[in-house]
């Protein structure tokens, strides 16, 4: 086509790329602005500070439209699907190199499994058994499963679990487990838990009690034993945080089950699922870090796979003790299987790619991976604190807690978590040193400016980090 032509779009113009668009040319994309209802930024009230919402994908979609009669001969619609994807990619790119914000490993390389992409793995049903369905990959999922339950410490022929589609579905599947073992159970989960664990409440109608946080995030087990005393007549499921989402605080598992013992709780009035989602893996790779194993009551563990291993889509890993999935299987002779799943169908090409990296890392790769991140969080943490800007880093955690940037386009563009007047950076393995300078960098810098007029201070954390970390002109 010797001219670009244009087809409208949802009441806008779609751009059709001629002969000279360059597909691998690099777009700026500028980094989204905050959702506007009437040109006035959209923002969610609470408490303590208001939400800014992300921007309303509505907004920047693309849109399927129907092919023209003669695409088949001109080509047009493949020229501008190739031009769209181009795009996309280049923004993937910058995206992911401005990526500190969020757990996510994104070192990883699966081009030998690109010869798989053309198959519908799907492995629906329990793991264990085949269903009618050829064209699935139990072999694999069975043996990451393996590896896991040899982690945690448990047998082939005592553990049960499968291959979720994220770390959420971990969790709904383990409370329902052990919701299902006490019907009338109570769920206590620390208020610093992933909001998987009292969306799992809501959805199974079940009563939840929430338990306050030591400053650190970690689960105050002085309030949690008060819980437990107002509850004695009824069982307790509890949610123990291995790594909390925010602060990457590490709930003590020894202790809560002290607690419990303490609190008149036998082995078979409770239930303890452990959201491992980030720390879960990474734990058994630290030096003199308490263990997570089933040599201890506990009733269930679940990590995501999208984590700390890296993996192109999400998924996640469920193993719970064989003795209590019987009250979730049925037969479905549908599947000519059985299932005591939370999804129906799932993504079988997920199992091969935690297969993949397991065996190209194993023990002593991750050990590798692990130690890199807590040395490039301390970096990260001592280069804050030096700059005078207030942070703190849990023990045992990648997870650096600072100051909420002043911002919100600087929060965007790095890609940042907060809550409140906190920030954090998630040291995964892709996260370099130069990654951080860059950051540190960018963020000194603006942060100069920000504070400039002296009209603002740079705000007080102490009652979020601990007045220890805290540099702001009270704590100095």
């Known amino acids: 086509m010797a001219e670009a032509l244009t087809k409208q779009v949802n009441g806008g113009l779609a751009e059709k790329f001629g002969p000279v668009f360059d597909p691998t040319a690099v777009v700026a994309e500028p980094v989204p602005p905050v959702v506007t209802e009437n040109g006035h930024e959209l923002k969610h009230k609470t408490a303590e500070k208001e939400i800014v919402l992300g921007k309303n994908v509505h907004a920047s979609c693309f849109s399927v439209t129907e092919p023209e009669a003669d695409d088949e001969f001109t080509g047009d619609k493949e020229a501008y699907m190739a031009g769209v994807l181009a795009r996309y990619r280049k923004t993937l790119m910058e995206r992911t190199k401005h990526h500190l914000g969020y757990p996510y490993n994104l070192d990883f390389d699966y081009g030998a499994l690109a010869q798989l992409q053309h198959f519908s793995i799907n492995n629906l049903g329990d793991p264990f058994i085949e269903s009618n369905y050829g064209v699935h990959s139990r072999q694999f999922e069975v043996g990451v499963l393996d590896w896991f339950a040899r982690l945690w410490e448990l047998e082939n022929n005592e553990y049960w679990g499968y291959i979720t589609n994220c770390g959420t579905e971990g969790n709904l599947h383990g409370i329902l487990v052990g919701r299902e073992v006490f019907p009338d159970g109570i769920l206590y989960a620390s208020r610093e838990s992933h909001y998987s664990v009292f969306k799992a409440a809501r959805m199974y109608r079940m009563e939840c009690v929430k338990v306050d946080c030591l400053i650190s995030g970690e689960i105050d087990c002085a309030d949690f034993k008060a819980k437990l005393l107002q509850n004695k007549d009824k069982p307790a499921i509890i949610n123990v945080n291995i790594g909390t989402t925010v602060k990457g605080a590490v709930d003590d598992l020894d202790l809560v089950i002290q607690t419990l013992e303490e609190s008149g709780f036998t082995q078979d009035r409770f239930y303890i699922h452990c959201d491992g989602a980030l720390f879960g893996l990474m734990m058994p790779f630290v030096k ?109 955690s990648s997870t650096v807690v600072f100051e909420r940037p002043q911002d919100e386009e600087f929060v965007r563009r790095w890609q940042l978590a907060c809550q409140g007047n906190i920030a954090h950076v998630v040291v995964m393995p892709n996260v370099t040193i130069d990654k951080l300078d860059d950051f540190l960098n960018e963020l000194i810098e603006n942060r100069s400016a920000w504070y400039e007029d002296g009209k603002r201070q740079p705000p007080c954390i102490a009652a979020d980090i601990g007045s220890e970390n805290c540099v702001c002109a009270a704590h100095k």
């Open 288 to 396: 003199k870090a308490p263990k997570v194993s089933f040599k201890k009551p506990i009733g269930s563990v679940s990590v995501s796979g999208h984590k700390f291993v890296g993996c192109p889509m999400p998924c996640g890993v469920q193993i719970t003790r064989m003795e209590h999935i019987n009250v979730l299987s049925s037969n479905v002779e549908y599947l000519a299987s059985r299932d005591a799943t939370i999804m129906g169908s799932r993504n079988g090409h997920a199992p091969i790619f935690l297969w993949y990296t397991l065996n190209r890392k194993g023990y002593k790769g991750f050990q590798k991976e692990v130690q890199k991140c807590l040395r490039n969080a301390h970096y990260l943490k001592d280069r804050l604190l030096d700059a005078g800007i207030s942070a703190m880093l849990n023990e045992l």
